[in-house]
């Protein structure tokens, strides 16, 4: 069982940035996939960012690609998700997710095995 903690979530201003962390349980996260979606009211969640487990190769949203970044820590058994150039459009909950199958990129909601709960950024204008 792996479980999974995002953490860095706020209100910031148009422009700003945060960084949003998502720390891990289990021995082998550094074999998995992890991503990041979010999910804005009344939308469904949708893909953000996700990253291979060596962290060598990533793979971005296309509304993000530029202003995000996501990074890991396998020896902090955490992946980080650095958002630059904030709109408010990416006002949402942030949720990071785990996946142990083959494959990348990963930007299907199937492809992860397990979620976090979830962080709340909020961006104003």
């Known amino acids: 069982q792996v479980q999974l903690v995002e953490s860095g979530g706020g209100l910031v201003q148009a422009g700003g940035s945060l960084k949003l962390s998502c720390a891990t349980s289990?021995?082998?996260?550094?074999?998995?996939?992890m991503g990041w979606f979010r999910q804005a009211p009344g939308k469904e969640r949708e893909y953000v960012a996700a990253?291979?487990?060596?962290?060598?190769?990533?793979h971005y949203a296309d509304s993000v690609k530029g202003r995000f970044t996501i990074s890991r820590d396998n020896a902090k058994n955490t992946v980080y998700l650095q958002m630059n150039s904030l709109k408010p459009e990416d006002t949402a909950i942030y949720y990071c997710?785990?996946?142990?199958?083959?494959?990348?990129?990963?930007?299907?909601?199937?492809?992860?095995?397990?979620w976090g709960q979830g962080t709340q950024v909020t961006v104003s204008s």
């Open positions: 997710a785990a996946s142990n199958s083959l494959g990348f990129p990963k930007n299907l909601e199937y492809e992860y095995n397990y």
């Open positions: 289990g021995r082998t996260f550094s074999t998995y996939v």
């Open positions: 990253i291979t487990w060596s962290g060598t190769i990533t």
